[in-house]
């Protein structure tokens, strides 16, 4: 205890964050009897054959028909459309003859998906611009939620990584105001006994401030946004530090990119444990300790829809959230199929090669930062329907929407706050509707555009004063 209060006295955390009570409640609402109950049963499942997972699977997915056939709006009416009795049917002959839900059917109506028989006092709300910029409102109940985190610690565990032990966040929270030029940029939380970087102040200048804390608090493990963890490895490499000694490096919410991987796998000297999800709960897909990708069945029944191209869409029925009930989603993230179908882990869960999904530039600041993951700007955006974030120069940004009818000024105001927390004072930030958003190589569609070369940014880590880089100068 006292070598941790050290530490933190190290770091300057400031201990009396309004968000500590916050982090407490968190983890009583999702780590507690409940949770430990479902990451023993989920750790179970691993034993089974996947004959057992099929059966597990049809048993939750009749209950779940059930559920939506009795209560959920859109389900009453294509269930009687359709003129399909969920409970003489079996339930996988059920899901067969249904159509593929596409995103857009929920953004326009998510209140249809929504079932009414749980009280919305204990439903959390939760947004997402996916893959196509789209936002979307999605709600869990707290049984889908403490299942998820059991679904995250299942796969934590694979690694050696246990509750309890220190880690470091690296993902899109905003801890502290983009603005703000000295650090502090991470705060300690001790009901997770976690230390929550923000990936939002990486600079040249700040990187060696977070090789050292990173170094000060030597986490057992790092959960991260690729993007993010990429830019961590990057700062030790320039240091020549070598990284505190880690079970392993936890990512999700972007594609993770091979040049990534590699880089990050090598710096830290410890596996990447990948996981694939999406905010919709539709689907998990994530790497063993043999580095294989399997989908989490137990989590939900995963079906990959031919794209042509020979990879696959991700369609998902999720299996564990009774709230908000989507059967067949489409997420339009792509997964390259795999022929074997097991792994060394004897776990029986299927396999696939690789998630595509996903992939994500940065924008870069004029005070040097690289900030990955933007479609947070879009929370709580309710008329959005494709969004793209191009960056001009250093500090020029312009964010193109493609709005609904309902799209007003009310809208535009809650993007540029958020995207003005997040981007600084300096940028210059322009809202720009239009009829459609031109799409990048193959068709395939990018949320952001930077026409400042991640090259260039990289090569301020060879500047070591500040004054020396001429974009710096410049403006
Ligand atoms: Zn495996």
């Known amino acids: 205890m006292t070598g941790m209060t050290k530490t933190c006295t190290s770091l300057r955390v400031p201990w009396l964050h309004r968000r500590i009570f916050g982090d407490y409640l968190n983890k009583f609402m999702r780590e507690g009897k409940l949770f430990r109950r479902l990451l023993r049963e989920l750790e179970e499942h691993e034993r089974w054959s996947p004959a057992e997972v099929i059966e597990w699977q049809q048993e939750h997915l009749r209950d779940l028909l059930i559920e939506a056939s009795e209560n959920v709006p859109y389900y009453r009416e294509l269930f009687r459309e359709k003129r399909i009795n969920v409970r003489v049917m079996n339930p996988l002959e059920v899901l067969r003859a249904l159509p593929y839900l596409d995103k857009e059917t929920v953004r326009r109506n998510p209140e249809a998906f929504r079932n009414p028989s749980i009280p919305r006092l204990f439903l959390r709300t939760a947004y997402t611009s996916g893959t ?20 995250i610690w299942r796969q934590w565990r694979w690694s050696g990584f246990d509750l309890g032990k220190r880690r470091a966040t690296l993902r899109g929270e905003l801890i502290v105001s983009t603005a703000k030029k000295n650090p502090p940029f991470w705060i300690y939380s001790p009901a997770e006994n976690r230390l929550i970087m923000s990936s939002y102040h990486m600079a040249p200048d700040t990187l060696p401030l977070y090789v050292q804390v990173l170094t000060d608090f030597a986490p057992a493990a790092i959960e991260a946004y690729p993007s993010a963890v990429y830019l961590m490895a990057i700062g030790f490499r320039t240091s020549g530090k070598t990284p505190p000694p880690m079970k392993g490096i936890f990512t999700s919410s972007e594609t993770l990119t091979h040049s990534q991987r590699e880089v990050v796998e090598s710096v830290f000297n410890c596996p990447i444990y990948d996981l694939y999800g999406n905010t919709e709960r539709t689907a998990a897909i994530g790497q063993c300790e043999h ?15 031919p794209r042509g191209d020979g990879t696959h869409e991700i369609v998902g029925t999720p299996l564990f959230n009774r709230a908000f009930i989507l059967l067949r989603y489409r997420s339009g993230d792509t ?7 097991t792994c060394d882990c004897k776990r029986p869960f299927s396999v696939v090669k690789e998630v595509l999904g996903r992939q994500e530039g940065y924008v870069y600041t004029p005070d040097g930062r690289a900030i990955g993951r933007l479609d947070h700007i879009f929370k709580g955006v309710s008329h959005v329907v494709e969004s793209q974030i191009v960056q001009e120069d250093w500090d020029d940004v312009r964010i193109l929407i493609v709005g609904d009818r309902g799209y007003g000024s009310a809208d535009e105001k809650l993007i540029l706050m958020h995207a003005r927390e997040r981007l600084g004072p300096e940028m210059k930030i322009r809202i720009e509707r239009v009829d459609s958003i031109p799409r990048g190589p193959r068709g395939k569609f990018v949320a952001v555009v930077s026409k400042v070369s991640h090259d260039e940014w990289q090569k301020l880590f060879a500047n070591k004063e500040r004054g020396n880089t001429p974009w710096i100068s410049s403006h």
């Open 291 to 305: 580095g294989t990708y399997h989908v989490f069945d137990d989590y939900a029944i995963v079906e990959f829809l």
């Open 335 to 341: 997964a390259e199929l795999e022929p074997r179908t």
């Open 132 to 151: 196509t910029g789209t936002p979307l409102r999605c709600y869990r109940d707290l049984f889908a939620i403490n299942f998820e985190h059991a679904m």
